[in-house]
C-alpha cells in the first residue's frame, strides 16, 4: 500500500501542470499521484499519459468527462490506494524539504496506536506581484510535535481557517463519512474541509510551509469578477454546509473547540457570499442575500441569532447604501489582512 494518494484534478491544464507534477514526484515510491483529467480540451490528457507511461509505479492518468473540481475530486478518492489523501490543484505545487518532512511524519504516525485522522501543515499564498508572501501557520491554535484532538486546541480566531490547501486526510475515513462534493459546482473545497471535521479525532500539525497555493491566473475561480459571475454556485456551497451543520448540531455541539470552528467558517463563508452579491450592485443580487439569510434563519434560528448579530454578520446586513457601502470596506480590510483572494 502507498504511503500517500495525492489527486491532482485537471482542466485545461498543460500551461502549468508540469511544475505541479514535478514538485510532486520527489516523493518517490511512497507517493501515488492520481491525475485527473476532467474534461480538458487541450492537451492535458496527453501530458497525463505521459507521466503516467514516464513513472508506472508513481503515477496514474484517469480520464473521465467533465464534472467540475468536485467530481475530479470524488474521482480522486475513489482510485486512491494510500494510507492518507490529498488534493492538490494543478496550477499549485510544493516545495521539497517540506514535502519530505510530510513524508517522514507520516510515516511515523502510520505505525502508531492511535490512528491519525488529519494532518495540517502551513501553506503559503504565491500572489502574482507580491514579493512578500503571506503564510497560514497554526502554531497559535493546534499543539506541535505531537498527536491532538479538538479539545486540546487554542481558541480559534476569524483569521484561522483550515483550507484544502493545508490538509491531508486519513483515506478511509474520507470514505467512511461518505464524503461527495457535487458536480458542476466552485468553491467545493469548503466542504472538503468542513464535512469530514465531525470525523476527525486525532490530528498533527507539522509546522512546515508545504503547500505553494497560486493566485493571479487570469479566470482563476478565486477571482472576484469570476466569484460574482458564479455567485449562485457559492450560495449552493454555502448552503449545503448550513444543512450539513444543523442536520449534524446535535454530533458537533458534544465538542466546544468543534463547534466553535465550525460555526467560524461557517459565518466566513456566509460573509463572502454576502459581500459578493453587495458588491455585484444588482438588485436582483441583493435580493439573493436577504434569501440567503432567511434560509439560514429558516434551518436555525438559533445559529441564526447567532451569526447575523456576530461582527460579520451585522456588518454584512446594514441598511441602505451607506450600509453596504461599510459592509464592502470592511470585506476589503479582511481581503489584505487574510489574502483569501
Known amino acids: 500500500m502507498k504511503l500517500l494518494s495525492i489527486a491532482i484534478p485537471c482542466y485545461n491544464s498543460e500551461a502549468y ?3 505541479c507534477i514535478e514538485s510532486l514526484l520527489t516523493g518517490g515510491e511512497d507517493v501515488e499521484i492520481i491525475i485527473v483529467n476532467d474534461g480538458s480540451k487541450d492537451g492535458t490528457a496527453g501530458i497525463a499519459e505521459e ?3 514516464k513513472y508506472p509505479t508513481i503515477v496514474k492518468a484517469v480520464h473521465q468527462e467533465n464534472g467540475g473540481h468536485g467530481a475530479a475530486v470524488n474521482t480522486g478518492i475513489r482510485n486512491a ?3 492518507y489523501f490529498k488534493v492538490v490543484d494543478s496550477d499549485d505545487w510544493v516545495k521539497k524539504e517540506a514535502y519530505l518532512q510530510v513524508l517522514d511524519t507520516l510515516r511515523e504516525l502510520a505505525g502508531g496506536a492511535c490512528a491519525l485522522d488529519m494532518l ?3 501553506f503559503v499564498y504565491e500572489k502574482e506581484g507580491e514579493k512578500r508572501k503571506k503564510v497560514m501557520h497554526y502554531r497559535h491554535i493546534f499543539p506541535t510535535g505531537k498527536l491532538f484532538t479538538w479539545d ?7 483569521g484561522h481557517y483550515i483550507l484544502m490547501h493545508s490538509v ?3 483515506t478511509r475515513l474520507l470514505r467512511d463519512c461518505e464524503l461527495t462534493l457535487p458536480e458542476h459546482t466552485f468553491y467545493v473545497d469548503n466542504i472538503y474541509v468542513f464535512e469530514p471535521l465531525p470525523h476527525v479525532k486525532n490530528m498533527y500539525y507539522l509546522d512546515v510551509n508545504f503547500y505553494r497555493y497560486y493566485i493571479g491566473r487570469e479566470g482563476q475561480s478565486v477571482n472576484e469578477e469570476v466569484m460574482i459571475s458564479r455567485i449562485d454556485q457559492q450560495i449552493k456551497v454555502n448552503k449545503i454546509m448550513i444543512d450539513y451543520m444543523v442536520d449534524r448540531k446535535a454530533e458537533i455541539m458534544k465538542n466546544k473547540r468543534l463547534d466553535q470552528y465550525m460555526r467560524n467558517y461557517l459565518e466566513i463563508i456566509t460573509t463572502v457570499s454576502s459581500v459578493l452579491l453587495i458588491r455585484s450592485g444588482t438588485e436582483e443580487n441583493l435580493a439573493k442575500k436577504k434569501e440567503l439569510w432567511k434560509y439560514l434563519k429558516s434551518k436555525d434560528r438559533k445559529l441564526f441569532g447567532w451569526m447575523r448579530h456576530g461582527i460579520m454578520g451585522s456588518a454584512m446586513n446594514l ?3 451607506s450600509g453596504r457601502k461599510i459592509s464592502v470596506g470592511g470585506y476589503k480590510i479582511c481581503q489584505k489582512i487574510f489574502k483569501f483572494n
Open 319 to 321: 441598511p441602505g447604501r
Open 17 to 19: 501542470m508540469r511544475k
Open 120 to 122: 495540517v501543515c502551513n
Open 51 to 53: 507521466y503516467a507511461q
Open 81 to 83: 490506494e494510500g494510507l
Open 168 to 170: 491531508i486526510f486519513r
Open 152 to 158: 486540546d486546541c487554542h481558541h480559534f480566531t476569524k
